[in-house]
């Protein structure tokens, strides 16, 4: 903000005159005053009204998305820009690192039609919210094509919202069950969470899961439910819950009064699962691919050490429902230039980009070809598993009130080793109902 | 002194003379300035929060805004979530703001007595105060990290206690941050009050032969009733809104440590529903109100009594 600093500079140098001015008895002493309140002023609505975090000016587009540390989104916007040649330039503004806070600041700007905001990098969950909510553009024609064509099952659905399309899905994610090969062995890809439970406690190690009181509690109970056929809301929208609640609260509140809950497991969030891994606290993980470049970093030996297997099944008989996450590139309504957004947006989000996204941050591509480069082959071993988890993920629920569902389904499940299957089916949905309707419960 | 005798003529013939008009209307013409500051940035936001608590007003479903009366307040107070927040906030107010009181009351009587070095003594007690409440907070939260924090590998502590991690010890760790963080202003105004003793009742109380436990629960402390009852209300309504140690310490309120002004703000920002956030708004206040009027009417708290007996 080099406006403010050199506002400020000026600030400085008028307090500093007008001190001067008071100390030799001067009359300019008022004149100098009033400059420095109108100089404060100039700040004051500098920040306030005629601000911009990103850039300004009529070709300028800017992108709101969570602070990718890899550097691939930073890669994709300086590649885009060079490829528009001035046809518009794409500022990156990038959200606080907390999921709850990134939505927050969004919302709060969409909500007071802030037309700063052009593209947004929409977390999964968002769609539904943001376009019921009128905020964001519908692709449409062209735009549909190239949002949805070659994508994988889960992306795609995943920018659906009332037989429309709301976003073009950039990156995506799942979760893999990690362990570590030489001290327990091989690990089938249809293992149930029981069966992961009771071997983690014979070999005396601990699974990392996310399930401290966030979002990632949401990832892991929407899943386990999934995994036992049920649908927390439907897809007419209708709250559903039925005995998998119960199935899914036995399954987290086994693992939190067992020997294989990790210390910590009431605050875990992916980043103290990841360093439990790497510390050598738990031989399982349940985490996003992220983890495998970054144990890179603990050690080559330690890298080679590490096994995948399809996240857990909840019974015995029925495929597991990994979790989704990811990025869809949503257009703000509010934005002033709208037919750039949308350019800049598909640019941005280019086969080639997403491969990059996937080499530098980690982040699994949304197109179905892309896996088959030969740039993700060789940054995932696992390449394979991390398509087919993506293709068969259980999206969390598309509703317009989700913030509000997924507050009550965290509360309900937390802590972990505190709860009750028994009755959590009529408390969560209690719980949902009110939630959904604007109550509290 | 010529305004009062003008005033003082106008009562006893009860017409107001010209010069009094004028110099009314001038005494309303300075207030004005502060009363309509007031009214802007005080009257404003709570007569807007109350008009929206009664309405269903959500920012996401803007179409669905209706009047619904008192609907909103119904709603928050029939709910366990609000009882039970209600019931952490006086539990975190009750206990912090107790030890604050014995702690800041010792801290006072040092200062009051320091004989050399007053100036450092006192500086280095108000450093806690001066350090931004977000940073302090971050700082506790991360001395008992289960897993990073530096309290655990400490003597006499468990290896294996980790209080972050379950709502006892989550509530403790926001007490001693909060108590910490304010026990120095409640030690600043006790000594305000301490200031209001006289030494000379305390020599007529040590020459009559009283030990030194009985000068200070019969002579200091009935005299410092006032300044201990402000210091006492002010710290109460501060603790009772308490935001950013619960919001750093446990985020989002988890682990049962959410407190009605953390839920005021998970549904004014997280949810947008204004509308019920604002009902929770208005709530607070009104506990606020309630908790300012027991100290006030019950008590016989006065800001004023202070300066009153001073003189």
Redesign the interface.
Known sequence: MPAIEATVTSLARWGRLAIGEMRRGSRRIRAALATTVVAGLAVLTGCGVGGTEGGSGRNAINFYAFNEPGGSYDKAVEDCNKEADGKYTISYVKLPT?A?QQ??LV??RL?AEDDDIDIIGMDVIWTA?FA??KWILPWEGENERVATEGKLEGPSRSVEFEDRVWGLPFTSNTQLLWYRKNEVGKVPDDITWDQLIDDAVEKETAIEVQS???EGLTVWINSLIAGAGGQIVTEAGDVKVDSSAAKAAEIVSKLGTSKAAP?????NKED?AR??FEEERSFYEINYPFIYPSAEAVGKKFQDSIGWARFPRTVADEPSRPPLGGINLGISKYSETPDLAFEAAKCMASEEHQAIAAELGGLPPTTESVYETKKVQDAYPFADLLRESIDEAAPRPVT??Y??IS?AIQKTF??PDGIDPGSIESKLKDRIE?AGE???? | MEAATATQDTRRTGKKSDRARSERRLAYMLCAPAVIAMLIVTGYPIGYAFYLSLQKFDLRFPDDKEFVGFQNYADVLTSSTWWSDVAVTSIITLISVSIELVLGMAIALVMHRAIFGRGPVRAAILVPYGIVTVVAAFAWRYAFDPASGFVQGLPLISDTAAPLTNQAGSLLVIILAEVWKTTPFMALLLLAGLALVPDEMHEAGKVDGASAWQRFTKITLPLMRPAILVALLFRTLDAFRIFDNVFIIQPGGALGTETVSILGYNVLINRVNLGLGSAISILIFLAVILIAVFFVKVLGTSTAQQTGEAT
Request: proline share 9%; no cysteine; net charge negative.
């Open positions: 907390d709850n939505r927050e919302v709060r909500a919210e019921a909510a401290a009181q966030y210390p910590g497991m009431a605050t103290e360093i439990g317009p009130a913030s509000d507050l937390h802590p009110r604007g109550k509290i419960y």
